[in-house]
């Protein structure tokens, strides 16, 4: 399967502790989108990359969060000293231009 | 600010019925416009993508139509299945970033 492959599936953390996160986009794919989705809501816009270059961050992507796509291939999401209130699904698309294509996603609950 | 709404939140028909979903967005001034389908749990499929030069497309049993000077999509579903039943989101970018701007979906089930 050549598709975005995001793992883990599902993570557990307690409240405090740093959770990363990664992704492996279609090959070739320059572009490289970080989404976040709350129950009910549709996805929100995190993060953006073009090839390692991290061109735009939301106002959502607070100091505890990081994000990096070393040498234009994966890229990982970092959450420090997570809080409650980052339970979601969190996303990553890929594109080569027009078209995004979705992994699975990352489920996170903070307890 | 770009603001995408979605109407109904909820649908239920039965099987074999044609259904629209209504998609409304704030700012005329987009690239494109996708929708996606998103079962429980799971990532998002991309159904159709519409330019912003571009009136509509179809795909098999799908229809989805843009009309940028009312601020407003549709996705027209022929003839039903229960295998339909599913979270179906409107998205559009309006910079060259492409970044997507979603709403918050309609949620259908589709009753055998």
């Known amino acids: 399967d050549t598709g975005v492959s995001q793992n883990p599936r599902h993570k557990i953390t307690k409240r405090g502790q740093n959770v990363t996160f990664r992704c492996d986009p279609i090959?070739?794919?320059?572009?490289l989108y970080w989404y976040r989705q709350t129950l009910g809501q549709g996805p929100e816009f995190l993060t953006y990359?073009?090839?390692?270059?991290?061109?735009?961050k939301s106002r959502l992507l607070s100091d505890r969060f990081s994000a990096e796509r070393p040498k234009g291939s994966f890229s990982t999401l970092e959450i420090q000293r997570t809080e409650q209130g980052d339970s979601a699904m969190y996303l990553c698309?890929?594109?080569?231009?027009?078209?995004?294509?979705f992994g699975q996603g990352t489920r996170l609950t903070v307890v | 600010k770009q603001e995408v709404t979605q109407i109904p939140a909820a649908l239920s028909v039965p099987e074999g019925e044609n259904l629209v979903l209504n998609c409304s967005f704030t700012?005329?001034?987009?690239?494109?416009l996708q929708w996606f389908r998103q079962d429980p749990g799971k990532g998002l499929t991309s159904l159709l993508l519409?330019?912003?030069?571009?009136r509509e497309q179809t795909s098999g049993r799908l229809n989805a139509s843009l009309d940028k000077s009312s601020g407003r999509s549709t996705l027209y579903i022929a003839a039903s299945q229960p295998g339909d039943s599913a979270t179906y989101l409107c998205?559009?970018?309006?910079?060259?970033?492409?970044?997507?701007?979603f709403g918050s979906g309609t949620r259908l089930l589709v009753r055998p």
């Open positions: 698309a890929s594109s080569p231009s027009l078209n995004a294509f």
């Open positions: 519409i330019q912003s030069s571009q």
């Open positions: 998205a559009l970018t309006a910079d060259s970033s492409y970044k997507l701007i």
């Open positions: 090959s070739e794919h320059n572009r």
């Open positions: 990359f073009q090839n390692e270059a991290q061109l735009e």
């Open positions: 700012d005329s001034a987009i690239y494109n």
